[in-house]
């Protein structure tokens, strides 16, 4: 009988999942973030679509000549460069600079996950390395000033407008279009967290003439739970929409693309602790990047543990650091630098804590190597 | 349960395959074509190997001993045709290794197995451990270890159940499911049998719930067996694994390194049980077997009964040779089962099925970079980390290696089928067993 030259060699198992590759993760992750970036458009204007433009293109960019002098196979094909690039954009203010946005681009996809080896052995999430990275640089003030939403009506929707520093003065922050002509009445506006921060207790804060004027703001100076929830505030582009974050995280939940214990587990303790401590809760909850970091950042396969234990303590840690970081310190917001911290713990966290095998009884909690060649220790030699 | 789906029993992690019974699940099982030559490997077990006890030139007849050893851990092997032997030579076996066969040219004419019919109701326990070892019985699950050194269980270590394994959760196989629609009563039988060789007092034979028709079956026979019960389990892979089966069945869980006996358990397959049967009551030794030859590259699917040393190519012809091109011919289930470079290899007592597969079917990505995903360690059922087996293979870590578990992997593959950087865990944790046992040799 005939039989066919090609026939394959390999390794058992035969099968493989249906449509389970790392391409289509990184797919889902970003059609899971359509959502936001509709409502970045609305609420900031064709400002997003140029930075998100300048964030791909650098990423790319960095990818394929980072890989080409490490001589590594390209891999521009498995849109995990999109992924951080789109990411990254969601983290910056709707006016920063596109220059800006290209350093952070290269820092998180050329520094952040090539130089570390790639996609897989970066130890952290290429994205929010970037992003505190440009927090503790000289371009820190670039990204650090927000405007507030719809500005783009003073503007015109599809004028560039990026922040200008020191026009005139140290430390003056003017708002130009491209050409160069600073736009009228465009000031810095205060987000929900800043507002927090500054007059520490909101009541008190929010009663009387807002600082900014801010549009979001209802007539009593107070923001409304909608504008809270629905975006209708300042921030970051990817962050103020919460109702399209729990859309996209819906989805990627059920393509089963993130596992539900780490946003779970990070908004869950931090809404706990706000509760307990009366905190503002549910201002807190709505307020800053904790739903685009829980989904979307904190989830990330490579710099999250694998195991589900860990991956709750991976959680709990994140919301515990946002509370005290937001409590705390002089930052209004500290999602992305609790995120950077546990990405380093991910390893320890990984080696460390022990999951009990199938069966295994009077399991250790802490892995402990086992001594190869040497016989196996006799069990009565127990350590106390 | 009011609507919905029922819950069946079931372990934790585990893999949803595409199944594709019903290629085969609706064909009776038919006799194989005799092989023109038979090619019988005198090791077909876990264990001691095997003399040769004729030499070439010799006549054999259907069913005497050609191969035995006297080391405990060991079956003897029979002749699958009455002929005369050409040769003892080194053939290629399915795992790739070079075995050891009897190579056997049959007669034309070859006659019917001369069935005894023997009471087995009075049987002793010893007697039936006789009886398994020289009719040469071994799992046929796959594993292949010797039945009656199963049917020795330590002495401070008593068995009370019996565990018939019907699941049967390897894609594309449907020999079991044929095996207890077509002959249920001789499997009660068989796990009768079984029970009595190690005093259990109870028998439990676990069905996948997608083979309801041949639940009904066994439970139409097993109709005034006090002792036996039929159990429906989730239709789940590797609901067949052994430490899962008896943990979906009785909740007790066997420790890692551990047999079942621990916790007095004993598990055997489908065509164990019925080979016992076939040994006790008819005094046929363990030469022929029923398997599937299957998948999207065979043209008839089927379930055939097939001589030991049937080479695959005779066993393909026989069900209408390759549809289209075949991308890889595969021993035993798609999960666990080794691919063929040809169709030269025999068939064994282990051998469960033949599965076809075509380029189409096949998704033979290379092997990327792993991105930490976790999937492997989510479906992993034996709870370990196969992404840093991994790891510590490549970085030659074998101390890590066994921390992170390649000595409790079971090699079942549900790693490997749900890794989005199709990363090949068993070739590794392979890899990782035989060096950690190198180093402990030492």
């Not at chain 1, 999109?82 to 203010?93: R, S």
């Not at chain 2, 899962?244 to 069945?249: D, K, N, P, S, Y």
Request: charged share 20%; hydrophobic share 45%.
């Amino acid at each position: 009988m005939k039989v066919a030259e090609r026939m394959l060699v390999t390794v058992s198992p035969h099968l493989h999942k249906k449509d389970e590759t790392i391409q289509r993760a990184m797919k889902d992750v970003l059609v899971a973030l359509i959502p936001a970036a509709v409502w970045a458009l609305v609420v900031f204007g064709f400002n997003v679509v140029y930075i998100l433009a300048v964030s791909c293109a650098t990423a790319a960019l960095s990818e394929v000549v980072m890989r080409k002098i490490m001589r590594r196979k390209p891999t521009l094909s498995d849109y995990s460069a999109m992924v951080t690039a789109v990411l990254f954009a969601f983290l910056l203010p709707p006016t920063t600079p596109l220059w800006v946005v290209a350093i952070g681009a290269f820092l998180a996809v050329g520094v952040g996950k090539e130089i570390f080896g790639g996609l897989g052995k970066n130890i952290f999430n290429p994205a929010i390395f970037a992003r505190v990275l440009l927090w503790y640089s000289p371009l820190a003030i670039y990204t650090t000033k927000y405007v507030k939403p719809f500005f783009w009506k003073t503007s015109g929707f599809f004028t560039p407008v990026a922040t200008s520093i020191n026009e005139g003065a140290v430390g003056r922050v003017v708002y130009k279009t491209l050409a160069g002509n600073p736009v009228a009445d465009l000031t810095s506006a205060a987000t929900p967290l800043s507002l927090l921060k500054s007059g520490r207790w909101l009541p008190e804060m929010v009663s009387g003439p807002t600082p900014v004027g801010a549009t979001w703001l209802n007539s009593g100076g107070k923001p409304s739970f909608w504008s809270l929830f629905l975006g209708l505030k300042s921030g970051c582009i990817g962050e103020v929409c919460i109702l399209a974050l729990i859309l996209g995280g819906a989805y990627l939940l059920w393509r089963r693309t993130i596992d539900w214990r780490i946003p779970a587990g990070i908004i869950g303790v931090f809404f706990l602790l706000t509760l307990v401590t009366w905190y503002h809760p549910i201002y807190n909850l709505f307020s800053g990047g904790l739903f685009l970091g829980s989904f979307f950042m904190a989830t990330d396969w490579v710099t999250s543990p694998v195991t589900r234990r860990g991956k709750w303590i991976f959680a709990a840690g994140i919301g515990a650091t946002v509370f005290i970081l937001r409590f705390w310190s002089l930052r209004p917001e500290g999602v992305a630098i609790a995120i950077f911290l546990w990405n380093i713990a991910t390893l320890v966290i990984d080696r460390y804590i022990a999951v009990p095998k199938f069966g295994e009884v009077g399991a250790k909690a802490f892995n402990r190597l086992p001594v190869i060649p040497e016989p196996a220790p006799e069990p009565a030699k127990k350590r106390a | 349960m009011m609507s919905g789906k029922a819950i069946y029993k079931t372990f934790k992690g585990g893999i949803h395959p595409p199944y594709h019974k019903e290629l085969a699940s609706g064909k009776a099982i038919r006799r194989a074509p005799v092989p023109t030559e038979a090619f019988i490997p005198l090791q077909q077990h876990i264990g001691a190997p095997n003399e040769p006890l004729v030499k070439p030139g010799d006549r054999v007849e259907l069913g005497q001993k050609i191969g035995s050893s006297e080391a405990f851990v060991s079956a003897p092997v029979h002749a699958s045709v009455a002929g005369t032997v050409k040769e003892i030579a080194e053939i290629t076996g399915f795992t790739g290794a070079k075995v050891k066969c009897v190579v056997i040219a049959p007669d034309t004419e070859q006659p019917e197995f001369a069935k005894q019919d023997r009471d087995i109701t009075a049987l002793s326990e010893q007697e039936i451990r006789d009886i398994a070892r020289e009719a040469g019985l071994v799992g046929m699950g796959g594993a292949a270890f010797p039945t009656h050194v199963k049917l020795t269980p330590p002495k401070d270590k008593p068995v009370d159940t019996v565990i018939i394994n019907a699941c049967e959760c390897e894609p594309f196989l449907t020999c079991d499911h044929r095996l207890m629609l077509e002959r249920p009563r001789d499997l009660v039988q068989g796990l009768k049998l079984l029970m009595r060789a190690v005093n259990a007092k109870k028998g439990i034979i676990g069905i996948e719930a997608n083979k309801m028709d041949a639940v009904d079956a066994v439970r139409e026979a097993a109709k005034g067996e006090a002792d036996v019960e039929v159990d429906i389990l989730e239709v789940k892979y590797p609901e067949g694994a052994e430490k899962m089966l008896i943990f979906a069945l009785t909740g007790r869980k066997v420790p890692p390194g551990k047999l079942p006996s621990e916790v007095g358990c004993l598990v055997q397959n489908v065509g164990t049980a019925m080979a016992l049967y076939e040994a006790a009551a008819w005094g046929k030794p363990l030469y022929e077997r029923v398997l599937t030859v299957t998948g999207p590259g065979i043209k008839e699917p089927s379930n055939l009964l097939a001589r030991v040393g049937t080479p695959i190519s005779t066993l393909i012809e026989a069900c209408g040779g390759f549809a289209g091109e075949p991308g890889k011919v595969i021993m035993g289930g798609p999960m666990t089962g080794w691919a063929q470079p040809d169709t030269k290899a025999p068939v064994v007592k282990g051998t469960s099925g033949i599965v076809v597969l075509t380029s189409e079917v096949m998704d033979v990505s290379a092997e990327q970079e792993c991105v930490r995903c976790g999937k492997c360690v989510d479906v992993c059922p034996m709870f370990l980390l196969p992404n840093f087996v991994v790891q510590a293979v490549k970085r030659a870590e074998w101390d890590k290696a066994e921390m992170w578990g390649a000595l409790d992997c079971f090699e079942c593959g549900c790693c490997s089928f749900t890794c989005p950087a199709y990363i090949p865990h068993v070739e590794y944790v392979r890899k990782a067993k035989a060096e950690i046992a190198a180093l402990k040799r030492r």
